[in-house]
Nanobody, 123 residues
Framework: QLQLVESGGGLVQPGGSLRLSCAAS????????IGWFRQAPGKEREGVSC????????NYLDSVKGRFTISRDNAKNTVYLQMNSLKPEDTATYYC????????????????WGQGTQVTVSS
């Protein structure tokens, strides 16, 4: 059974950092693109970052470019999202999701989702 579990969320002050982890079980990440999405209350889910199955292609939401970095460790079956210089507008529930090989900005193209981890940026 394909499963994704996010961790690493929490409460952080503006300007702080967090590293989110997305651990996969029941399958290996080698053939899957992993996307990070977020959803704030009352807002639509949006794509934050994605890494292709090979790791050779990554993309970022414009508002997080230069602050967030996605990486993957296929040996550990885990994808990370390093988030630096966090802002209050980054507050949301963050989800990771998997689809075969290639990234997509559309949440509906991802078939497997984690349960989410809450990130709150506040002083």
């Amino acid at each position: 059974q394909l499963q994704l579990v996010e961790s690493g969320g929490g409460l952080v002050q503006p300007g702080g950092s967090l590293r989110l982890s997305c651990a996969a079980s029941g399958f290996t990440l080698d053939d899957y693109a992993i996307g990070w999405f977020r959803q704030a209350p009352g807002k639509e889910r949006e794509g934050v970052s994605c890494t292709s199955s090979s790791g050779g292609s990554t993309n970022y939401l414009d508002s997080v470019k230069g602050r967030f970095t996605i990486s993957r460790d296929n040996a550990k079956n885990t994808v990370y999202l390093q988030m630096n210089s966090l802002k209050p507008e980054d507050t949301a529930t963050y989800y990771c999701a998997a689809r075969s090989y290639y990234c997509s900005p559309h949440p509906y193209r991802f078939g497997s989702w984690g349960q989410g981890t809450q990130v709150t940026v506040s002083s």
